[in-house]
């Protein structure tokens, strides 16, 4: 039998990683391939899941913990895919704080599960807004020194860059993060995107179907930096319904919180490295994202429904405690609330700092 192609695109957080997989997945499932997605985060409730399944893909999710430090629930998530029509294609999204993928997911499969995969150069998405700033080594970055070394060693373990929202970029700007990323990384392939658009998709998978001495790039990294910086990010995931007895806009809804919490983000100077609320109605869904403080707030999906009642899922990963950040997505969900007319039920909210990362397997070389 065949074996499955692992797909991993990896990247910091809000960098476009689900965008990326939703138009890979398009492009295989429009080829005739059968494709199966696995999502990844430290919490149940996850906007990407939905995201995805409400584009009609097979989606399997492994919450809680990331595929480093659960590396059988992944490894088990992708079998449950396999159950009903085994997937030609799996893609993988990591969660977008970590790091060492390399050597703590791809070598484990290539090593432990070489008869079922075969591995696909790993692909690592840069976000030009903090990218930029980080490679540039700028001050005011929004994030510490720690939080930075994830990024940078996310890059460097790379088979290839991509330089993603070229949609929105100059010429001249993509010039700049291609020589930034060539003066940092000058083995490493760079190819330009727009996972919005779909420009670069067909580059990125020619890149992908390639054989070779990829999925090999170990890194030299310091775990207690990597901890400290994952842990000065805030996390929250929110479940909630809002409902009214009029009808309302759920697009209009869905970005008044993304506005509103931006807005109190910016006052108490916490930078947001990824904020994304979906809004699910009856098979219907719209998603607004922020995805820096120098970004607008965003429509990325709209619903264009009025509804009654809507489920929605806020996700929220920014540069602050996570009780302040759990009481700052409260108010901003109550004042939009407020402003519209509607009644709020929290389900659940989970927020916390993540963890020290203790990975399941961690080969120090390569195959
Ligand atoms: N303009 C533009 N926006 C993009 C592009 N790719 C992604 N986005 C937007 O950027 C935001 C983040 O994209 P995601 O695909 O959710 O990013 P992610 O890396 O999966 O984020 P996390 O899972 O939170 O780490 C969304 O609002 C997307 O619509 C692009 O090429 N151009
Ligand atoms: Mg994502």
Same mark, same amino acid.
Request: with cysteine; proline share 0%; hydrophobic share 25%.
């Given at each position: 039998m065949q074996r499955i192609r692992y797909i991993m695109i990896g990247g910091f957080l809000g960098a476009g990683k689900t965008t990326t997989l939703g138009q890979l997945a398009k492009h295989y499932t429009d080829r005739g391939l059968n494709v199966g997605i696995v999502t990844n985060d430290?919490?149940?409730?996850l906007v990407d899941t939905n995201t995805l399944r409400s584009q009609g893909f097979d989606v399997g999710e492994v919450a809680g913990a990331c595929f480093c430090c659960n590396f059988n629930e992944l490894m088990d998530t992708m079998s449950r895919l396999s159950a009903d029509q085994r997937p030609d294609v799996i893609l993988a999204e990591p969660v &977008?704080? *970590?790091?060492d993928l390399v050597a703590t997911v791809i070598q484990p499969i290539k090593r432990l599960f070489d008869a079922e995969f075969d591995i696909a150069p790993y692909a690592v998405i840069l976000k030009p807004s903090h990218g930029r700033r980080i490679l540039k080594n700028e001050? =005011?970055? &929004?994030?510490s020194p720690k939080a930075a070394y994830i990024l940078s060693k996310q890059l460097e373990e790379a088979d290839v860059i991509l330089i993603n929202r070229i949609d929105e970029l100059s010429a001249e700007e993509v010039q700049e993060l291609t020589s930034l990323l060539t003066e940092h990384h000058p083995k490493t392939p760079v190819l330009q995107i727009s996972a919005r658009t779909g420009t670069g998709i067909d580059g990125l998978v020619e890149f992908l179907t390639q054989q070779g001495?990829? =999925?090999?790039?170990i890194l030299d990294i310091d775990y207690d930096t990597y901890a400290e910086g994952e842990a000065e990010l805030g996390w929250l995931n929110s479940s909630l319904t809002v409902s009214s007895s009029q009808k309302f806009s759920l697009d209009t809804v869905l970005l008044a919180i993304v506005v509103d919490l931006k807005q109190r983000l910016e006052t108490a100077g916490f930078e947001p490295a990824h904020l994304k609320t979906i809004g699910l109605w009856e098979g219907f869904f719209g998603v607004a994202n922020l995805i820096s403080s120098d970004t607008p707030p965003e429509?990325?999906?709209? *619903? &264009?429904h009025e509804v009654q009642e809507a489920e929605v899922i806020v996700n929220a990963r920014v540069a602050c405690d996570p009780e302040t950040l759990q009481e700052y997505v409260h108010a901003a969900v109550d004042a939009v609330a407020a402003q519209h007319g509607l009644q709020v039920s929290f389900r659940q909210t989970q927020s916390f700092r993540p963890g020290r990362p203790v990975p399941t397997h961690r080969f120090a070389d390569s195959v």
């Open positions: 430290q919490a149940t409730d &977008g704080s *970590c790091t001050a =005011g970055t &929004g994030f001495d990829f =999925g090999r790039k429509l990325s999906l709209s *619903c &264009g």
